[in-house]
């Protein structure tokens, strides 16, 4: 599985590596201390891109753990590359599928915060299958979440939302929170070329219950 970064010639390991966090056993899940030394709440970035907003929040909470999950190789590598660069000692990410990462790799009750933002809108009726909000998606994450965790959620795509919030109002152990304006909420990457279209964002916020 491992496969993101190339040994140096020296057979030193590239510090870049370090920040993948790549799971012993991917049929149990993983026991927190592997993926992160020291006990913190944990918050994800669900679909983390190029971690802009992953590396922003780091920084902000230097108090809490924060893990990446996001499957493309290259989006992983950069991020990775990022940490580095800029000595955040809290983040790590896992590259893999999410609906695998929640139903098999992550702890229990294990979730602070999860932020889902701007998942792939899939528009295509036959894609739609495909959209990370799905009634499965809410249920695997109540599992992974504490008490009292939230879920965090914007996209750009009007459609999806409307969608969202179907599958939000029916998701069972959840309620509903206000989630007014909050200048400390990193934009993330994708969100600073929607709002230089002047798209419209939208947003959701629950807590497990
Ligand atoms: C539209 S981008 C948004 C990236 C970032 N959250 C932002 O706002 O800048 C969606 C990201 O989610 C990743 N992604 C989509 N579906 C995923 C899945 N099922 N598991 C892991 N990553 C996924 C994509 O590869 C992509 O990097």
Redesign the pocket.
Known sequence: MRAAFREKESGEVDPAEKIEFVPADYFARAPMRDIFEREAPLQV??????G??LEAMAVKHPGHNFLG????LG?VRKVCRGVVHNKIPNVRVLR????YALRYVLPLESVAVAHV????PWPKRHHQPRR?IQDGFMEALHGILADGGELRIKTDDEPYFLWMEKVLAKAKGYERLDWPDDPEYPI????RRFLAQGLPIYRARLRKV
């Open positions: 970035d669900i679909g983390c891109g190029e802009g907003f999950i996001e499957r493309l989006r893999i599928e999410t609906a933002l701007f998942p792939d990370l993330t990457d994708f969100e």
